[in-house]
């Protein structure tokens, strides 16, 4: 009981935290605003500024609810996939989704270059690349699924996803090396990732995607917590394997896909928030890690986020670069200071 309520407390120091990096990150930026008028205006009143009202609302609120949910999205998927596979270097992109939705991308931009016509007049839309990273996506789910009923073994499912990725990157090279310097430089700046330029649409369409991905996670705490202890010892318990993986593999890709959609592929928090959760809230119940992996991950990605629009400047860092060089030290360290990995 007593553990119990020490989770709560974490819970609401972590929630206390994720408020607290959500104003400072909308506060932040080429044009500071004070807290005060990002506070006044996110409820519903004017700020003193209509230039300033206009940020908030059209810009940066949209930006660190975007934040959110990637960083929350791509945690809780890092941590089904490590469970899944019972691999600490697994991550929500080992599957090849990551590398499917750069695929559908580079057809539509680095295919502009190679082939010109349909690809050319396609880049007009203003959803053309969210489209093309999502059809990416989904044939690549759909290929990993079949594979799926045809497989017992997690780890040939898991071998295969990452053959499905290197057959996909091979493609896209093929692309870069037909396409022209002026495409090969757009594609490349999709690739750094942004969670900027979203419209309020495109972050409705975002949050339904990942509560959807949260909720059947949420679903499978049960099946996850007795994967721990190996399959045949879930089987024991009357999980159903087939149906768990499946289930587990439908929640990363639509997490994953999602995201990488509407972002482009984000590096590093999929793969770390999981293991600094784990440092800091030392149990590997379910029930209470993805709670603390979700708001741990927003929190990180909120940090990176401000880290990367270096505040009271006009240049903006590749998201990308941000996660992983404020990420990667932080792990090491976390690992060195606990001298053994948690799982």
């Not at 934040?67 to 019972?86: E, H, K, P, Y």
């Not at 030392?282 to 029930?287: K, L, M, R």
Request: proline residues 3%; hydrophobic residues 55%; aromatic residues 12%.
């Amino acid at each position: 009981m007593e553990t119990q309520k020490s989770y709560k407390k974490v819970f609401l120091l972590l929630f206390l935290l994720l408020i607290v990096f959500f104003f400072v990150n909308i506060s932040l930026g080429s044009v500071a605003i004070p807290l005060k008028d990002v506070i006044t205006s996110f409820f519903g009143s004017e700020a003193s500024k209509s230039s300033w009202e206009y940020i908030i609302t059209q810009y940066r609120i949209p930006k660190a609810i975007t934040a959110m949910l990637v960083g929350s999205g791509l945690g809780v998927a890092g941590l089904l996939m490590q469970t899944l596979f019972r691999n600490p270097l697994a991550g929500p992109f080992v599957l090849g989704l990551s590398s499917g939705a750069s695929l559908g991308v580079a057809f539509l931009i680095l295919g502009a270059g190679a082939f010109g016509g349909f690809f050319t007049n396609a880049l007009v839309s203003e959803w053309s690349l969210v489209i093309a990273s999502a059809l990416g996506s989904f044939l690549v789910l759909l290929a990993v699924l079949a594979v799926t009923f045809r497989v017992k073994d997690t780890m040939a499912i898991l071998i295969i996803g990452l053959m499905f990725g290197s057959v996909t990157s091979a493609v896209v090279a093929v692309l870069s090396y037909f396409s022209n310097a002026e495409k090969l430089q757009q594609y490349v700046f999709w690739s750094f990732g942004s969670l900027g330029n979203q419209s309020w649409n495109s972050v409705f369409i975002l949050s339904f995607c990942v509560m959807l991905g949260l909720l059947i996670a949420f679903f499978s705490v049960k099946p996850l917590n007795a994967l721990l202890l190996g399959e045949n010892y879930a089987r024991s318990l009357g999980v159903r394997l087939k149906r768990t993986t499946l289930l587990i593999i439908v929640a990363t890709s639509i997490l994953a896909g999602a995201i990488t959609a509407f972002a482009g592929p984000i590096a590093f928090i999929g793969l770390a928030v999981p293991h600094i959760t784990r440092q800091w809230i030392t149990t590997s119940n379910h029930s209470v890690l993805l709670p603390g992996v979700l708001l741990l991950g927003g929190i990180i990605m909120l940090i990176c986020d401000s880290v990367a629009q270096i505040p009271f400047s006009e240049y903006t860092l590749p998201i990308n670069a941000i996660t992983s060089l404020v990420g990667a030290p932080v792990v090491i360290w976390l690992l060195v200071r606990k001298k053994k990995l948690l799982f």
